[in-house]
């Protein structure tokens, strides 16, 4: 319905209705289809392999771009278009390692192929340099080890709670500070909202499924791509 109200043509408002049914329609589909733990880890496995599969073909290119002058920050994206997508891959797969273990341990079979793949998406995910990627991670995981927190005594409640308070709150300075108001990248991408047509009734129905290179006049290092979640709600809205 809110598609018919976007401000597109026909064929517009046709691929904005396609976009909803076909991610309505993943969503229904990965319903119970995870439904035991093991299956966990042999998704995460299989992410695994395939990341090294796709290094080991695209080795050449993995090379050129850890010798390239343009790639300031030494980063790894092997056949990837961005190094980002890499990151946010190997993120999700370590994330659901640690789910695996989170919910009853790793049984001894499992022991040496589970802390063997951890290491090497670890290392992975530190080669991508993928900032978001990092942040995503730690905070799965914290967020995760809260209800293991409020199984503790009173005291050691506080003082983790405590902790984990200060220490976002230092994080989340430092992030600014040292990273929001002094990387180019960053305030790059920050232009991207300056292009941005938002009105209440596009708020609402979003402004249809517009191309990425509409919101990327202004930044020359493509942040309308890496940050997908702007592009899903201006195209989208709420």
């Known amino acids: 319905l809110s598609c018919a109200f976007q401000n597109t043509l026909i064929s517009g408002k046709i691929s904005s209705i396609v976009f909803y049914i076909t991610f309505l329609t ?28 796709g290094l080991v073909i695209t080795f050449n290119e993995v090379l050129s771009q850890l010798a390239s002058i343009y790639n ?30 989170f919910l009853g341990g790793v049984k001894l079979k499992n022991k040496k192929y589970y802390y063997l793949s951890l290491i090497v998406l670890i290392v992975l995910l530190y080669a991508t340099k993928s900032r978001t990627s990092w942040i995503v991670t730690i905070v799965a995981i914290t967020v995760m080890n ?30 600014i500070t040292e990273y929001a108001l002094q990387d180019t990248a960053f305030t790059g991408r920050l232009a991207i909202f300056n292009t941005m047509e938002v009105k209440p009734k596009t708020f609402l129905v979003g402004n249809g499924m517009v191309n990425a290179a509409n919101l990327n006049r202004e930044n020359t290092n ?3 791509m890496e940050i997908a979640w702007v592009m899903l709600f201006y195209k989208n809205g709420i």
């Open 26 to 53: 993943w969503s229904l589909l990965s319903y119970k289809i995870i439904n035991k733990r093991e299956q966990i880890l042999y998704v995460v496995y299989g992410i695994s392999i395939a990341v090294i599969i």
């Open 222 to 224: 493509g942040g309308a």
């Open 72 to 101: 300031s920050r030494t980063r790894l994206w092997g056949g990837f278009t961005h190094p980002n997508q890499l990151g946010g891959i190997v993120s999700s797969a370590i994330i659901g390692l640690y789910t695996y273990k």
């Open 146 to 175: 809260i209800k293991f927190i409020s199984t503790k005594q009173k005291s050691i409640r506080i003082l983790l709670y405590s902790l984990l308070v200060f220490g976002t709150i230092f994080i989340g300075y430092f992030f």
